[in-house]
């Protein structure tokens, strides 16, 4: 097992508050969106939180109990830059037995119930 993966993982670590307040204050339609249908338990009984720290990174949206990380992509993602801090953050979770599902951004829209029915069957107990 990797030394990072030894270390205790924090979680919503002090000096990220202002930053993940400030994330959920101004996020994306997209993220909007979807925590109307994963908010409150609503999917699968299963409770999400909204732009949760993990270490140094910030999940979009992040189940406990599940340790799934759900991550809604614009096209920042897809150039060098956003590509190299998303494998960089995929990595660092998955040392620390966090799944991650990503979706881009468009597809909570032209198909939500694709999203949902994908974020479901990632649950391990069903």
């Known amino acids: 097992m990797h030394l990072l993966a030894l270390m205790k993982l924090d979680h919503n670590r ?3 508050i202002t930053f993940r307040k400030k994330l959920r204050n101004v996020g994306t ?4 969106e979807l925590w109307k249908h994963i908010s409150s338990r609503k999917l ?4 999400f939180r ?7 990174f910030i999940l979009d949206f ?6 799934l990380a759900v991550e809604l992509d614009g096209e920042n993602h897809y150039w ?3 590509i190299e801090k998303d494998l960089k953050k995929e990595l660092f979770l998955q040392e620390h037995s966090i799944r991650v599902l990503r979706f881009e ?3 909570i829209f032209h198909d939500l119930e694709y ?3 994908t974020i479901k069957a990632a649950f391990q107990k069903c």
Do not use: I
């Not at 699968?44 to 409770?47: E, I, L, M, N, V």
């Open 62 to 67: 992040y189940c406990p109990s599940e340790k």
């Open 14 to 16: 002090n000096h990220l």
């Open 50 to 56: 909204r732009q949760h720290s993990v270490g140094n």
């Open 29 to 32: 339609s997209a993220e909007a």
């Open 44 to 47: 699968a009984g299963r409770k």
């Open 105 to 107: 951004n468009k597809w």
């Open 115 to 117: 999203v949902l029915t």
């Open 80 to 82: 060098q830059d956003g």
